[in-house]
């Protein structure tokens, strides 16, 4: 099994090597192919590259605060679904919005909690499909708490 | 016949579940294939894969409430509408937004309503399309009570 | 000549019946094949299929006043013209809001006026594309009054 | 050398007809395709399948002023730019926005001067490629003054 | 190695020259391929096109202020990442809003440091992709001063 990681070099944090470390850490068998691009813009045609070689790709980025950066995100989602639907394979989206946390502290526990989950869940996808429906509807998130079930 | 549900992770009610048990109550003859994946970015290319086998797919989430949230829900909902045409068969969509009721229990019943309906309206638009076309411009509603058509 | 007339259940008013009306008392020779779908995002795909077999098609839908429903008409919009290029053939939408007249009267009178110059105009473009150049920049409004050329 | 120029019942001015002037008057070898269709989310197909003859389009509408007249206007952007991905050629958008003047004069001025300019750059696009990088970053207007280059 | 750059009339600084002049520069062996098109719309498939020839492109506009610019940038970026996926290569998009600046001086400041610095970032793309895995989540940033890393 093989996974290409790619993030970005405007990112503030590694992302990437937190989806290569949380990946090698716990299943050191996959191979892992990292790759960084300047922007989010730059992830989907990347990972549509990967996704020739790899069963999976983790997308990684860090959109700013501002309004154009939402709508710089909002065009690297939707050709990061448009590159999925070409290959027939999965992206998961790793991506941390610059106002998510008041201060970088909080951000980086946001990242790290964010990365490190979604790393887990693009190898489980893969290896484990069963863990996931098992999972569903229960509320899970990345970057935080889980939000749990509706009672 | 063959049916594809798919539902995620984050959704805080086991969506699928619901679409499955209503297919199977009343339908037991349908075969159902049943996936899950962490949130509704996820969908449309686990469905493309999915109408390979299946005739049509029902695709589950909940979105939550943030701005943020809405813009994911569109670009899923972008990309199930090219999965459709990538491969010619329908899905049908069933989102609940977190922020459709007050409280949990008027939510858990929007969303038992809503996914109860459209695994129906799902079979029925395979084997029952004239009952379709009986019921065009009656305002029928997937979540509550019907609209009605206007008098 | 074949038309696809495709409308759906959650609309408030008949309109693919208004459709298949005015085609069939104005041009009996034409075939109409009719088909209802649950909302305006599973248009796409159907128009697709019966642009197989027809020349062109008719896409009727009834958004509600809501952001989210604005949204679903947009999907749905993007969707049809993506089924177009697909095929290489029109897809005529005739979609109606529901907050486009005070009263179910007035919205009443939209839909049949839209519907009916629409299916006409679906005519028109395959029959006698010079009678749309003779009325290129004319100010043609389908729902009302047209509005004319600016003097 | 063909042109594809198409246009809208729609609009209040008949634009289609001043791009063909101008071509015609100023390049009477270049060969020009009339086509009207209703409405501007109408222009991609129909631009679409005249660049299986022509060598460039030109894609003219008016958009109302309302919210939802944007978002039709988005639409056909969109699709007009797919379009283009699907053929390979370049379809030249003409579009005047129902309130970019204060009244009808002033509104058919924007008119004359965007269409008439696009015809040629059109033109230029094909037969003076040159004529357009000497003008690279000159501040280039449709509709009105250029607006220079910043000093 | 063989670079496309494609720049537009719109714009009010030359930003093409800025590019192929950093290119020219620092790397002399590479080839530069220039084209320019009247708006940022006209740059997806002037890219897609050019792609059919080079290794990679960068594209560079200057859209407006207005509500309308910003639509038109984000349909000229969904675009770009469009060409790209149906290419298999890199489009480096280098937009300049008007309003990034409150004077000329600033912006042309502003435009002169993102073009050198992403004609560097597609050159590296290339021939030194190592070195963006090296500042990967550095908070790099074109057009102004670098972020930095989260401390």
């Known amino acids: 099994m093989k996974v290409g990681v790619v993030d970005t070099t405007f990112a503030r944090v590694n992302m990437g090597k937190l989806v290569v470390d949380e990946i090698q850490e716990n299943f050191p068998d996959i191979i892992v192919v990292r790759r960084t691009v300047p922007g989010i813009k730059d992830l989907p045609v990347e990972c549509k590259t990967l996704l020739g070689e790899c069963d999976i790709c983790v997308a990684c980025g860090m959109p700013g605060a501002a309004d154009k950066d939402r709508v710089c995100a909002h065009e690297a989602s939707t050709g990061l679904i448009h590159a999925q639907l070409?290959?027939?394979k999965h992206i998961i989206e790793v991506f941390v919005h610059e106002d998510e946390a008041g201060d970088g502290r909080g951000l980086k526990d946001i990242v790290e909690?964010?990365?490190?989950?979604?790393a887990r869940n693009a190898v489980y996808m893969l290896r484990k499909p069963e863990w996931l429906v098992k999972n569903a509807g229960t509320g899970m998130r990345q970057g935080g708490e889980n939000a749990g079930s509706i009672q």
């Open 113 to 118: 909690d964010r990365c490190r989950k979604h």
């Open 86 to 88: 070409m290959e027939g």
